[in-house]
């Protein structure tokens, strides 16, 4: 396993976080070294740091960043659930009736967004 | 863990399985095998209807079956489990599904001109009308021109979002 590999891994692992000053002790690799794997790691977005003290002395926290949820929202038009899935009707998107009412209810949806705000 | 309150997971298995279909996996064991007898009566749900939606389940990954054989009758059981576990990876199937028919929808509004009956009967394509030299073949209306706009408009903002959402 590659360092920086090693080192996302120690710090998903760690729900809290862990601290600058500690990782390259649990790494078993020098300071300098972790700084620079840090840094190619916050580079990629992969992980964040907020400046924190621990045991007095002055460091970073660093945290990995949570991987966005894939939202499936948008398979909704209002109530109505995508109507292709599960349909065993002959597929023709151009002209499909139930696609159309799917269509229709959006305006609905923003209508309703509408009188939220 | 599934969230069966989650209202996109409530509406697609309405949509693969009817609302009769959720209020019996609803009531259904999370864990263990079970017959469709047995889920009939657990569930109030008529025999008919849990085996349609057992069938329709296993069609789409969301049940597990096992075939089990009565060494002395030499009857097979159905046994059956429930599992939602993969449902995300069938949402995302779901979602590309419904962008591609979006698009090829767009692409037809766009390239078309369409006419409709006042009454809602019919929506034809300009070639279509024509033939029916501008009538409805149901009321006998007479059919009208209709701005297609907002509804490019509408597939063309939820076409983005999914976009967006994907990438």
Request: glycine letters at 4%.
């Amino acid at each position: 396993m590659e360092i920086e590999e090693r080192t996302l891994k120690l710090i998903s692992d760690s729900k809290d976080g862990v601290y600058q000053n500690e990782l390259w002790k649990m790494l078993e690799i020098d300071s300098r070294k972790c700084s620079r794997v840090i840094t190619k790691l916050m580079n990629s977005d992969l992980i964040i740091r907020e400046s924190a003290v621990n045991n007095g002395a002055r460091t970073y926290l660093i945290k990995v960043v949570a991987p966005e949820e894939e939202s499936y929202d948008l398979l909704l038009a209002g109530e109505m659930f995508s109507p292709c899935a599960g349909c065993r009707l002959a597929c023709q998107p151009e002209i499909c009736e139930l696609l159309s009412t799917w269509i229709n209810q959006l305006t609905l949806e923003d209508e309703i967004k509408k009188d939220e705000e | 863990m599934t969230d069966l309150n989650d209202p996109v997971v409530r509406g697609y298995l309405i949509q693969l399985m009817g609302e009769e279909g959720l209020e019996m996996i609803e009531k259904m064991p999370a864990e263990g095998e079970v017959t469709d007898e047995q889920i009939a009566e657990a569930t109030g749900v008529m025999l008919n209807i849990v085996r349609r939606t057992l069938f329709i389940m296993n069609e789409n990954k969301l049940a597990i079956c096992r075939r089990e054989r009565d060494s002395s009758s030499g009857w097979l059981t159905y046994l059956w489990q429930l599992d939602l576990s993969d449902i995300e990876s069938h949402l995302a199937k779901e979602k590309k599904k419904l962008f591609k028919n979006l698009q090829l929808r767009l692409e037809s509004e766009e390239d078309n001109v369409f006419y409709t009956c006042p009454e809602g009967c019919v929506r034809f394509q300009f070639n279509d009308a024509s033939e029916c030299e501008f009538l409805c073949p149901a009321c006998g209306e007479d059919l009208m021109f209709e701005d297609n706009s907002p509804m490019v408009e509408k597939l063309t903002k939820r076409l983005d979002e999914l976009k967006t959402n994907n990438s």
